[in-house]
């Protein structure tokens, strides 16, 4: 069974990055900028665990190759693609609090079915890190889909909305 | 064998292939995405001409890491699996000569604007002592590089990393690399230049690497410079330190 912390804040205008190199997606963080948004940037699954278990994020865009950190997981590891991909334990995280899955975007360099079946599984959209133009039109609509009044998680409620 | 094992371990030559296939996409598609991404922030106008031109420059960083990675490629292929017929030529094209800090300037070059952005300094002490080896300076550099590059990667950020070359009581050139990094353990001191390794630490800090970097080091170190590299990390000052001896046959000031 998984265990989550849920976010008591609301933080509308951010997009949680999650990426161990930062240098080679600084174009996307400009370009999310560009469009209006902040973004906050995470290194590992640790990092992002940590962010996610207090704020709930506009939106999450999430690296697949990355380290653990120091997290460990709360939850059973459903299969060995989380070992190779361990961006899928922040997905399966902030998935499990509630987040729409329209509002989490995986990336990799690597595209095998294995990657594209285990994001059906979780719902959550997904994109090759080389193919620019489909990247940035995923991005683009996850910024201009508004959040909807039931993908906002009901603990952030009695929280502070950012 | 826990998993941290597992990934610790020395990969046979059949797991070598497979693993460059695997890390080397990884590490050329990553930079080139980058790059790719930015030259489309510049045509679709996300960029100012001004913002354009510095991540234009960025760019060439990004491409000049992939450079660095397909040249090491290279160099196992060209030094270290050649055929018959190259090797008669490889004489000839080692008697040339290396001047020592100028090999490392270039090198220091080469990280200047990554070395920027992490507040990482790479700094050479004694730049004029004109130490001379008799070795290609595209594979003294390589060392260095791949040495620097490493620093990038798992070096804690906002300090100086410092390059001193010395002579010891054997007559021995030593040029030792000190500076603060995320480290390994010291039983790992010498797998940590074995082909295909990445230890715990490298693991936790970024989740790939060709694992190619530090093997070019020591086959360059031992078969062209017929020296030796070694590593050593201190936890408690947090100070990672490479040296390179070069017997005293092979270099003169």
């Not at chain 2, 497979?18 to 050329?28: I, P, W």
């Not at chain 2, 070059?109 to 004109?130: H, R, T, W």
């Not at chain 2, 086959?219 to 017997?247: D, N, Q, V, W």
Request: aromatic residues 8%.
């Amino acid at each position: 069974m998984a265990t989550v912390n849920l976010p008591k804040t609301l933080i509308s205008t951010t997009i949680l990055v999650v990426d161990d190199e930062p240098e080679h997606i600084q174009w996307l963080l400009d370009y999310v900028e560009a469009k209006g948004m902040k973004t906050q940037l995470a290194c590992n699954v640790g990092e992002a665990v940590a962010l996610a278990a207090k704020n709930q994020y506009r939106g999450y865009i999430i690296d697949l190759n990355i380290p653990m950190g120091s997290w460990i997981p709360t939850f059973k590891i459903p299969s060995d693609v989380y070992e190779k991909y361990k961006g899928f334990f922040v997905i399966k995280y902030v998935r499990t609090q509630g987040n729409s899955g329209q509002n989490v975007t995986a990336y990799s360099a690597h595209y095998n079915e294995q990657i594209t079946g285990e994001a059906k599984t979780l719902y959550c959209e997904y994109t090759t890190k080389g193919r620019v133009k489909e990247f940035k039109a995923e991005v683009d609509k996850l910024i201009n889909t508004p959040l909807a009044a039931h993908a906002v998680i009901k603990s952030t409620s009695t929280g502070k909305t950012k | 064998m826990s998993e941290d094992d597992t990934k610790n371990m020395q990969v046979g030559p059949k797991d070598i292939g497979l693993l460059f296939l695997a890390n080397f996409v990884h590490q050329v598609v990553n930079p080139i995405s980058g790059v790719i991404g930015t030259l489309d922030n510049v045509v679709d106008g996300t960029y100012d001409a001004v913002k354009a031109k510095q991540v234009i420059n960025a760019s060439r960083a990004q491409l000049e890491q992939c450079i660095s990675l397909i040249r090491n490629l290279a160099y196992l292929s060209d030094f270290f699996f050649e055929t018959s017929e190259k090797g008669e030529l490889r004489k000839a094209r080692e008697a040339v000569t290396s001047v020592l800090p100028q090999v490392i300037i270039e090198s220091i070059q080469f990280f200047q604007g990554a070395g920027e952005k992490k507040g990482i300094k790479l700094e050479l002490v004694n730049a004029s002592d004109q130490y001379r080896i008799a070795a290609r300076p595209e594979l003294l550099k390589q060392v260095f590089i791949n040495l620097f590059d490493n620093w990038l990667k798992y070096g804690e950020r906002n300090q100086t990393v410092v390059i001193l070359s010395k002579v010891n009581s054997k007559k021995e050139l030593i040029v030792e690399l000190s500076g603060k990094s995320i480290g390994f353990s010291n039983s790992d001191s010498e797998n940590i230049f074995n082909m295909g390794f990445r230890s715990k630490e490298a693991h936790g800090k970024v989740a790939q690497g060709s694992g190619i970097g530090l093997f070019i080091c020591r086959k360059i170190t031992e078969e062209i410079l017929e020296g030796t590299i070694s590593a050593t990390h201190s936890p408690k000052t947090a100070t990672t330190t490479f040296r390179i001896s070069i017997p005293k046959n092979l270099w003169q000031l």
